[in-house]
């Protein structure tokens, strides 16, 4: 788990995190890039026409997988936005679903401080694991928020 592979990392200065930072709607979430299993064409969704919490659907080893989209404030959207273009395939033991995403970029980091969830943030109302301030690929830090495919999914359950 996430957890367990930060901690075990931070205990070392050379310690480099392999992230896949997924963005939609303004917010940006870092995923373990072990936890991403393929990155999917919006083509290849398959939207509801029912009442689904879902989105859609896409194939993915003989399985359909549903498809989630969040807004800004971590809502489900039940329609497709005009401003979503990839689907990131997100796999961990025997959870696994689809995100819908503006972009995702893989990205190297060493240079990285993580941080417990604030009380006043850590109210399983949003779905993270850590904070974290680390140093983009310009050299400014930045504030990063930390979740996992396990995180994710026990939030969506709970929305559903």
Do not use: W
């Amino acid at each position: 788990m996430i957890d367990m592979q930060f901690k075990n990392k931070l205990r070392r200065d050379d310690a480099k995190f392999h992230v896949s930072i997924l963005s939609f709607a303004g917010i940006e979430l870092i995923v373990p890039q072990s936890e991403i299993l393929s990155i999917e064409s919006i083509y290849e969704l398959e939207t509801n026409h029912g009442n689904e919490r879902h989105i859609g659907v896409i194939h993915k080893q003989d399985i359909k997988l549903p498809v989630y989209c969040f807004s800004k404030s971590m809502d489900i959207y039940k329609s497709l936005p005009e401003d979503r273009f990839q689907c990131v395939v997100l796999k961990h033991d025997e959870v696994m679903f689809s995100l819908l995403c503006y972009e995702i970029t893989n990205a190297v980091i060493s240079d990285i401080e993580f941080h417990n969830i604030p009380i006043c943030m850590n109210n399983n109302l949003i779905p993270l694991t850590h904070l974290c301030m680390y140093k983009g690929a310009d050299g400014a830090r930045k504030l990063g928020m930390v979740t996992s495919t396990v995180c994710l999914n026990e939030y969506i359950n709970k929305l559903k």
